[in-house]
T-cell receptor, first 120, second 110 residues
Framework: DARVTQTPRHKVTEMGQEVTMRCQPILGHNTVFWYRQTMMQGLELLAYFRNRAPLDDSGMPKDRFSAEMPDATLATLKIQPSEPRDSAVYFC??????????????????FGNGTRLTVT | KNQVEQSPQSLIILEGKNCTLQCNYTVSPFSNLRWYKQDTGRGPVSLTIMTFSENTKSNGRYTATLDADTKQSSLHITASQLSDSASYICVPGGADGLTFGKGTHLIIQP
């Protein structure tokens, strides 16, 4: 059963430290999304890539967040420096899209199990 | 601005009972509506996907309905099981992509 894999599952770090989260999307999916989930806001879109090209990262603070996709099997989300308000669960999802943002009708987004980040 | 309102925020029912979760949305233009199930500590998993022209879609004991005119959807769970305890997220899709609701937290008690 194909699945999206995220590492690490949990990360506790001190304010100011660099955090890197990794995602292995499902082979054959052309679009990778990064989401952040908090109790207050629910799921928020941070950035997404189509065919490894970044299409939109307007959802994330660009001064500290960066997202890359060095190859088809790896997407990364980096926070530097981290702050307590970054504490959340970060999800990676992959799927098939025609224009990048909108999944094809018969193609659901497949989510990983997230990285729970705690910044103290 | 695209918005999704789900009700109730939380719900507790006894095992074996039925329940219905509601979703109101303002997404324009609207294309399709998805329901996701999220278990504690896991990522969301797709339950159903409906286009604007579909009124109902079933997946086992889960049945989703859609009224695109009134911009309302519901998810009905029949004969609930302990494993149905989770958050259920309504996700309308439009030109700007997907808009995620904050979910209904469902607890099934034995």
């Amino acid at each position: 059963d194909a699945r999206v894999t995220q590492t690490p599952r949990h990360k506790v770090t001190e304010m100011g430290q660099e955090v890197t989260m990794r995602c292995q999307p499902i082979l054959g999916h052309n679009t990778v999304f990064w989401y952040r989930q908090t109790m207050m806001q629910g799921l928020e879109l941070l950035a997404y890539f189509r065919n490894r090209a970044p299409l939109d990262d307007s959802g994330m603070p660009k001064d500290r967040f960066s997202a890359e996709m060095p190859d088809a099997t790896l997407a990364t989300l980096k926070i530097q420096p981290s702050e307590p308000r970054d504490s959340a669960v970060y999800f990676c999802a992959s799927g098939l899209t025609r224009d990048g943002k909108f999944p094809l009708f018969n193609s659901p987004l497949h989510f990983g199990n997230g990285t729970r980040l705690t910044v103290t | 601005k695209n918005q999704v309102e789900q009700s109730p925020q939380s719900l507790i029912i006894l095992e074996g009972k039925n329940c219905t979760l509601q979703c109101n949305y303002t997404v324009s233009p609207f294309s399709n509506l998805r329901w996701y199930k999220q278990d504690t500590g896991r990522g969301p998993v797709s339950l159903t996907i409906m286009t604007f022209s579909e009124n109902t879609k079933s997946n086992g004991r889960y049945t989703a309905t859609l009224d695109a005119d009134t911009k309302q959807s519901s998810l009905h769970i029949t004969a609930s099981q302990l494993s149905d305890s989770a958050s259920y997220i309504c996700v309308p899709g439009g030109a700007d992509g997907l808009t995620f609701g904050k979910g209904t937290h469902l607890i099934i008690q034995p």
